[in-house]
């Protein structure tokens, strides 16, 4: 009687067992890293909803390989020796085929490193630093801004449009603050534009002394490239001391002017602010922009602001996409699969460059815009051709 | 840029004052290391946030019902956590190192990434001395700042508690030999310590927006100015502040913006060197 006892447990042990490899089985695994806390946590936060999305979306259409997507997210709180390790964990511990994402061009430049060792693909979502995708790694692409894209498609043409005649650029000291001021610099110099640079601290709370020497320059529009919190602490303080609105303030990253927060932050000096963004709802290129936006109200009950949500949002489907052609996971076939990627997604047709020796290489730009705040309206500016209103100033 | 970078260093001079008089407190009577000090400091601009902007009550009785909150909350952390690591100070740094970090990710939880600002106390800027703009809640929290730590010198000073505070600092057996009940002090002065950075807490947070990540900043310059003036000193603390905030400013403004925390660490490295007590380095408060 024992003895059948045993057996009968044991038995059932291996259904249970088996049934739950089974289980596992129909899920196929792919990581993303980002911030989930740190300075920058508002982003995780958009990641999570871009990421739900996604999987929904990816799931309702037959999921990848003919099994359900599983999304696991690693917090690397921004610090380069967390992504590093976070991007790890997802390939040794999570068995993921595939890791996409972060926000941070310091976590970012370290996970590529990772990538490369470990033969995984990774496709970054919102860091922007030139060097993610110049060092041409065979295991890297980028599916979003890069600061030589923003810098020369879209700021520097707008300062440009708007007859602007002297510029001050403020960079934060991080590989994205101080690579983008000095294409900023780069750009402006050859369009014969007038302009100084000021570098700030990225954990900074007061600007006072930077604004100050701001102020003495006279210029007619300031290119700040400060993330997070201290972006609001700017603009705020910019006021106070009155260098605003004579002189405008480009938010040169965007979804901190787009925090819940930030106009009880920076009250009435947030007006006439201008920011960089890839989302507006009056600017939407394709079918699948207005689908997000719809989905993402039903699912969240407000409308989309930040828009790196829709941003993860379009990685993921880029990487189910690679997947489901390459018929298989393995990491070369996933590469070859990526580099011939032609996708319409939320920002427009996803192709990667494939021509080796630049920043260019297994990037794909997505077009930006820029937006200005009038009385807590947003109104595109530039490109012309998607514009809804001019700039206002005083 | 001179008369700015004076104004601005003396102003973020107080208020560095102001958040390091809590840690000085806590070191001098119960010889603790509080690395949880600065999410004390954000849980004040939290719950100064909440009343004022959430619940609508008056900017002024949300501080002080924030500041009792905090006071309270702290003599809790007191009896449930650091009372049973006296005697051991590595156990203490431990526990209150894990306590920060659960702190933050519960604020993280509940309030959310994005920065809380409480409503300014006034707004706009005055024209100092024809040359600059300064924003009027900066000056106003100055005075404020200046306010609670003269509260303090006094209570430590004039005030029979000052004097029991002052007594346990110098020689806590001979203090409990006079009769001073020193449990019940270490109470009071986690708490005090905790309510101060609360103080700080509020009067900071409409004009830098709190965050749960925020408070590391503010305990690491509160311990920078502690160890430059002296441990458990409070002139260590003012002078300290002081000196850090002028440092840092006139750093930022004639060398580099970009290295604006770096002035106060050197400065700190220099004064351990010729001072490794730091500049009023002693036990007593």
């Given at each position: 009687m024992k003895k059948s006892m045993v057996c009968m447990v044991f038995v059932v042990l291996l259904i249970f067992i088996g049934s739950a490899g089974f289980v596992a089985a129909e899920t196929l695994k792919i990581g993303v890293v980002g911030p989930r806390t740190g300075t920058a946590a508002a982003t995780g936060k958009s990641f999570t909803e871009g990421i739900k999305l996604a999987t929904d979306y990816v799931n309702a259409h037959g999921g990848v390989l003919g099994k359900k997507m599983e999304v696991v997210f690693e917090d690397t709180a921004g610090s380069p020796d967390k992504a590093a390790s976070g991007f790890e964990r997802l390939v040794t511990r999570d068995n993921v085929v595939m890791v996409l994402g972060e926000s941070h061009s310091s976590a970012a430049l370290a996970e590529i490193e990772v990538a490369n060792r470990l033969k995984i693909p990774f496709i970054v979502a919102e860091a922007w630093a030139d060097p993610i995708t110049a060092k041409n790694y065979k295991f890297v692409f980028r599916a979003g801004p890069s600061n030589s894209g923003v810098v020369n498609e879209t700021i520097a043409k707008w300062v440009i449009h708007e007859g602007f005649k002297k510029a001050y650029i403020v960079a934060e000291n991080t590989d994205w603050g101080l690579g983008i001021g000095k294409l900023c610099e780069k750009a402006l110099n050859a369009a014969g534009i007038a302009n100084k640079t000021v570098v700030t601290e990225r954990k900074g709370q007061d600007h006072y002394t930077e604004?100050?020497?701001?102020?003495?320059?006279?210029?007619?529009?300031?290119?700040?490239?400060?993330?997070?919190?201290g972006l609001h602490y700017f603009v705020a303080q910019a006021g106070e001391v009155h260098l605003t609105p004579k002189a405008i303030i480009l938010d040169g990253a965007g979804p901190p002017s787009l925090w819940p927060d930030f106009w009880n932050n920076v009250g009435d000096y947030g007006n006439l602010e201008c920011l960089v963004s890839s989302m507006h709802k009056d600017v939407e290129l394709t079918k699948l922009a207005t689908l997000f936006r719809k989905n993402y109200e039903k699912e969240f009950g407000k409308a989309p602001t930040d828009y790196k949500s829709r941003s993860i949002f379009d990685v993921v489907l880029i990487a189910a996409d690679a997947i489901n052609r390459a018929g298989t996971t393995d990491a070369n076939a996933l590469v070859d699969a990526l580099e011939k990627t032609s996708l319409t997604v939320t920002r427009g047709q996803v192709a990667f460059g494939t021509t080796k020796g630049g920043p260019e290489y297994h990037q794909w730009m997505p077009p930006m815009l820029v937006i200005q705040w009038q009385d807590k309206n947003q109104i595109v500016l530039y490109p012309p051709a998607g514009a809804t209103g001019s700039l206002k100033h005083k | 840029m001179f008369l700015l970078a004076l104004t601005n260093g003396l102003v973020i001079g107080i208020i560095y004052a102001l958040a390091a008089l809590g840690v000085s407190l806590v070191v001098g009577i119960m010889n603790v290391v509080n690395f949880a000090h600065g999410e004390f400091y954000i849980l004040a601009g939290y719950f100064s946030y909440h009343f004022a902007n959430t619940l609508g009550m008056n900017y002024l009785a949300a501080m002080m019902l924030s500041v009792g909150l905090v006071l309270i909350f702290g003599m809790i952390i007191e009896v449930l956590l650091i009372r049973k690591t006296y005697g051991d100070d590595l156990y203490s740094l431990i526990l209150t190192f894990i306590l920060s970090i659960v702190l933050q990710n519960t604020y993280l939880l509940v309030f959310g990434p994005y920065p809380n600002k409480p409503p300014n106390w006034v707004k706009g800027a005055t024209n100092v001395f024809g040359q600059f703009y300064y924003g009027n809640q900066r000056l106003?929290?100055?005075?404020?700042?200046?306010?609670?730590?003269?509260?303090?010198?006094?209570?430590?000073?004039?005030?029979?508690?000052?004097?029991?505070?002052r007594a346990t600092?110098?020689?806590?057996?001979?203090?409990?030999?006079?009769?001073?009940?020193?449990?019940?002090?270490?109470?009071?002065?986690?708490?005090?310590?905790?309510?101060?950075?609360?103080?700080?807490?509020?009067?900071?947070?409409?004009?830098?927006?709190?965050?749960?990540?925020?408070?590391?900043a503010v305990a690491l310059t509160a311990f920078v100015v502690v160890v430059l003036g002296g441990m458990g000193s409070f002139w260590g603390c003012v002078v300290g502040g002081l000196i850090i905030g002028l440092v840092e400013n006139f750093g930022a403004a004639f060398i580099s913006s970009g290295y604006r925390h770096v002035f106060g660490f050197i400065?700190?490295?220099?004064?351990?060197?010729?001072r490794p007590a730091g500049l009023f380095g002693n036990r007593e408060i």
């Open positions: 604004l100050a020497k701001i102020k003495a320059f006279n210029p007619d529009v300031i290119l700040a490239f400060v993330y997070g919190t | 106003a929290a100055c005075g404020a700042g200046l306010v609670v730590i003269a509260i303090v010198y006094l209570m430590l000073k004039k005030t029979w508690f000052g004097r029991m505070l600092s110098q020689d806590r057996e001979v203090a409990e030999l006079n009769g001073v009940n020193t449990t019940a002090l270490n109470m009071l002065s986690f708490g005090l310590g905790c309510a101060l950075a609360a103080a700080a807490g509020v009067i900071l947070s409409p004009i830098f927006p709190v965050t749960p990540t925020g408070g590391m400065i700190l490295i220099f004064v351990l060197l010729v």
